[in-house]
């Protein structure tokens, strides 16, 4: 997470995560794919509260896909960045 601030030039005391600008986006994102379906939001956020399986009560169905999906990722650039000729280590 990004915790550098830029000041707010209206108000000189307020400081502004300087990633607010995409965390906007990523809601607005968010609610354009919700907006229609509050079914599935609330899909969504159930599987934010249940366990993965009983006696798992540390992971949840929606972290372990945000987990694998951040694997996904990961691999994917590092895959990449080798193709275009660099090591990664």
Do not use: W
């Amino acid at each position: 997470m990004d915790t550098s601030y830029v000041v707010d030039s209206t108000n000189m005391n307020t400081k502004i995560p300087s990633d607010a600008a995409e965390t906007i986006e990523m809601v607005e994102d968010v609610e354009e794919i919700f907006i229609g379906n509050p079914e599935k939001f609330r899909e969504l956020i159930e599987d934010a509260k249940k366990p993965l399986y009983k006696g798992c009560p540390n992971f949840t169905k929606l972290s372990t896909l945000i987990h694998l999906l951040k694997l996904k990722i990961v691999h994917t650039r590092r895959k990449s960045i080798q193709g275009n000729g660099f090591r990664v280590y």
